[in-house]
């Protein structure tokens, strides 16, 4: 609605408005920004309606969105800092002040860094928030470099791309007349309206679609051609289209000459990878390969919107860079309705990050890059990836991290390994955890601080292409907690980096971020409904331009050496990396280990994403609970028959690396080789009388079903860790 | 669609579905409804067979059919249709919660609530003023929910194109049905 229905309804009931911005993708502020009037009663925080006026969602808002005010009200929310008194992993805390908590957690830091360097702390990054970076600015104001970035987000298709491209190139969704959705959920993830109206309106225009994934979700339903591929394969296919659309000349010849440097290199290379070695490896018949890798080719304004589904394999950058191949060779870059170099916004707020400050000096303490070394600082700034930092932990090298502060982020649900994250917080000297409401390693914490949502608080801004919002305080905040933001500046203040922290004032930090876009936040909060900003029109074929981009690494060269498509990949190969994308197999796997499949004869994979809950979080939220009370594995019809599995029952999933107890849910959409569950499920909900989980064996914690082995887990580019295993699948037998 | 009709109706088409699930946390947000009450749901519809598999969606409630089933099932005469805007009411002070209406719809449409008396989908009378639409159509993002008013004949075609649609749900493989069999 508007905001004058939204105030004129309000009125009517007693109710007052505040025009905000949502906060359910993240504590503190997502990074999404959907505009919603926030609806008050008597002071207390009841319910949500869309903003009309937002450009991102346009009156639209999601399942989460409206979930809203139970999540601030939680039984589970962090009202009071706690200091551990127990045993680690006992959970038993005692209440103490704010002030006391960070003045505890500033001695420690400050002792640390005098007896082990500063990089010995490391901040955990959750998804990107609007407060990620302030955890930079504190990590490069203390001199370490370890920002933990997960290795399985959305960095690692941008530094695919851009180290093949010059960018990452984005869908045109609006003048497309084929889109392949390719481990891409275009509904639940982030926002909820942009990306589902462009797909809703791409189908009423006719463009084909096509979606490529293991499972059938509402996306999918709506496709025209649906490719079940493998979990984890995504190179082995991509490899096999580059092999049709190269061996039977369906490329762009003029773009290859002028703009790609490598072909002849690549034209043999792919010789190999054809669609019947392909079919073994992805589960993809060779003529659907053919097919759609044809009418790829063949499409003129074709589209390839690459998900995050790729980005959890250690063949990721080999699918990633194969797919940016394919839109190379086939000449779908930067015209209409095929994917788009996009020109960064004429209008962005100051970058805070400190990045000036980087340093060989700092660069050379990353405790486990998530880049190689020579391709840091990547688009995020130094950042080593968030499992290493644990594995430093437990094997001390190249030296152990013994301060990790998880800002809005669960390590032990969030990453893979959930065994060896659990023994490295054992492990660990001191353990920060900073949320809005009880997390799955909260008994391992030292200290606990309670986070303000941003629902009760005058700040951040959300700035997204076109759009500059103020967010606006609902209610006062329900516990001690203040916010996310608040927290890094006065832990900077008490270790003496105050004049990196705008002295600890809020207000002035935001203006300073402000000021280049000519507004401050007293501004900003005079715009009800935020400020637009007019977005320029698109120029194509930017080649020359986007094909000599700086990279951010350290004097900035360029990413493409030779000022064209690197087909042949010289500055890999300069590293020690393949120059070209090769196929590498996950750890477990039909193809890589067909003795294991004889007893693990399924795939196991997992949704990163769903339509209501945000990763490991919100559980506890009944409204969002009663959409789906109990984990749940898909599992086709047909696999279930075999095992006497019926729909609802109780079944225990095996993988070599440890078992689930789940419920099992009939999934006609499903390979009949694969099953999947989503991930993050550890939280019980006290509203509604249900427990936790276990984090490890006997849970539904998908995280302790995966290999972490450091030779085969890992692209050894991108970190990408695996989130596929094999499994065994029976029905749950009561002792 | 037409949308000239006193025959008012949240008309639902599965073409703009995303099951999102905005519409029915909307509604139970808005309306405050207990755990397990649901005036609208959003299912999920599969048809055929791996790999040829198709799932369509379904947001579904109260449609205040022409004929409404649950009225005539009702033996105190609790539901009643009214002329002037189609709309199906439900007399919560003489309701008994005997739950023949819930038998009789074809739609698993009647929820019992907190004192027992059915509950449902009224259109939300008293959030649609100042020309905002219920929450459940206001927070679609693909516009599959809007309200309409149309006529009698028009509102049957709807009713038989939801049955279809509930039809092709409880043939499926999988489930058990959520509704009446047909």
Known sequence: ?735 | MATSGNELLIAFDPEKCTQCAGCQIACKSWRELPFGVQFRRVLNLWTGRYPRVKSTSLSLSCLHCVTPACAAACPEKAIVKRVENGLVEVDSALCIGCRLCAAACLYGVPQFGVNDTMVKCDLCPGLSKNGAAPPCVETCPGEALTLIGISSSEKLLHEEQIIRLLSMHNRSETKEPMCRSF
């Open chain 1, 1 to 735: 609605m508007n905001y004058q229905q939204a105030y004129h309804l309000a009125r009517t009931n007693g109710e007052e408005i505040v025009p905000t911005v949502c906060g359910m993708c993240g504590p503190g502020g997502p990074g999404g920004g959907c505009g919603i009037y926030a609806f008050v009663k008597n002071g207390r925080f009841t319910k949500v309606a869309g903003m009309d006026e937002s450009p991102v969602n346009k009156g639209a808002i999601c399942a989460k969105g409206h979930a809203a005010p139970q999540w601030v009200y939680s039984a589970d929310r962090l009202t009071h800092p706690l200091r551990r008194i127990g045993k680690k992993g006992e959970g038993k805390f005692e209440k103490i002040s704010w002030d006391e908590a960070i003045a505890h957690i500033a001695e420690k830091l400050r002792q640390q860094k005098t007896i082990y360097g500063p990089e010995s702390l490391a901040i955990l990054a959750p998804a990107k928030r609007s407060y990620n970076d302030y955890l930079k600015r504190f990590l490069t104001a203390h001199g370490s470099p370890n920002y933990g970035h997960s290795g399985i987000c959305a960095m690692q298709r941008a530094f695919a791309f851009t180290y093949t491209l010059g960018d990452y190139p984005r869908p045109d969704y609006d003048q497309s007349d084929m889109i392949i959705y390719w481990g891409r959920q275009p509904i639940y993830s982030g926002p909820v309206a942009r990306p589902a109206r462009a797909f809703l309106a791409a189908k009423r225009r006719g463009a084909k679609i096509i979606a490529i994934k293991p499972s059938v979700e509402p996306d999918v339903g709506m496709a025209d051609t649906w490719i079940p591929v493998r979990p984890g394969t995504d190179a082995a296919l991509a490899l096999a289209m580059l092999n049709v659309v190269i061996g039977e000349d369906l490329v762009d010849h003029a773009f290859i000459e002028k703009w790609c440097y490598g072909f002849n290199r690549l034209k043999v290379h792919v010789r190999q990878f054809t669609p019947q070695w392909a079919e073994k490896i992805c589960g993809v018949s060779p003529d659907q390969i053919k097919e759609i890798a044809y009418l790829y080719a063949t499409t003129p304004r074709a589209t390839i919107d690459l998900g995050n589904g790729v980005e959890h394999s250690p063949s990721s950058s080999d699918a990633i860079r194969a797919v940016a191949l394919l839109m190379a060779v086939t000449g779908h870059l930067d015209r209409p309705g095929a994917n788009l170099f996009i020109a960064p916004p004429k209008n962005a707020p100051r970058d805070i990050s400190l990045k000036k400050r980087y340093s060989k000096a700092l660069l050379a303490k990353l405790v486990g890059p998530e880049f190689p070394i020579a391709f840091q600082p990547f688009l995020e700034g130094l950042s080593s990836a968030y499992y290493r930092i644990f594995e430093s932990v437990l094997s001390e090298k190249p030296y152990p991290v013994r301060t990790i502060i998880a800002p809005g982020t669960q390590p032990s649900v969030s990453t893979r390994g959930t065994k060896q994250v659990i023994a490295a917080l054992q492990k660990l000297d001191f353990f920060v955890v900073v949320d809005v409401a009880r997390t799955a390693d909260m008994p391992y914490a030292d200290i606990v601080i309670p986070v303000a949502t941003g629902y009760e608080v005058n700040h951040p801004f959300q700035m997204v292409p076109g759009w500059l919002m103020a967010t606006r305080k609902v209610i006062e905040p329900v516990g001690e907690g203040k916010s996310i933001f608040q927290f890094f500046l006065d832990l900077g203040v008490a270790m003496g980096y105050g004049e990196d922290f705008w002295d600890g004032d809020i207000e002035t930090a935001m203006d300073d971020q402000l000021a280049p876009l000519g507004m401050d936040m007293q501004g900003l909060r005079l715009q009800p409904t935020g400020v637009n900003y007019q977005q320029t029109d698109h120029v194509f074929e930017k080649y020359a331009k986007v094909f000599n981009q700086s990279s951010p690494r350290l004097g900035f060269p360029a990413y493409l050496p030779q000022g064209k498509v690197a087909l042949y990949n010289t500055s890999f190969e300069a590293a020690g990396f393949s120059p070209l994308p090769r196929w590498h197999e996950p750890p477990e796997s039909f193809s890589g280990t067909p003795e294991l499949a004889q007893q693990y004869p399924l795939i196991l994979a997992d949704y990163h994403t769903s339509k209501n809950f945000s990763a490991s979080w919100q559980r506890n939220v009944p409204l969002l609970r009663e959409i789906q009370s109990e984990p749940v594995l898909h599992i086709h019809p047909n696999a279930a028959s075999t095992r006497q599995i019926k729909d609802g029952d109780w079944i225990k999933v095996k993988s070599p690396h440890g078992w689930l107890k789940v419920k099992a849910e009939l999934y006609p959409g499903i390979r009949p080789d694969t099953v999947m569950i989503l991930h993050g499920w550890w939280q019980g909900c006290k509203e509604l009388g249900i427990d936790d989980y276990p984090l490890l064996d006997g849970g539904a914690n998908v995280n302790n079903m995966y290999s972490v082995d450091p030779a085969r887990a890992y692209d050894p580019l991108v970190t990408a860790m695996t989130s596929q295993t094999l499994v065994q699948v029976k029905k749950w037998e009561v002792a």
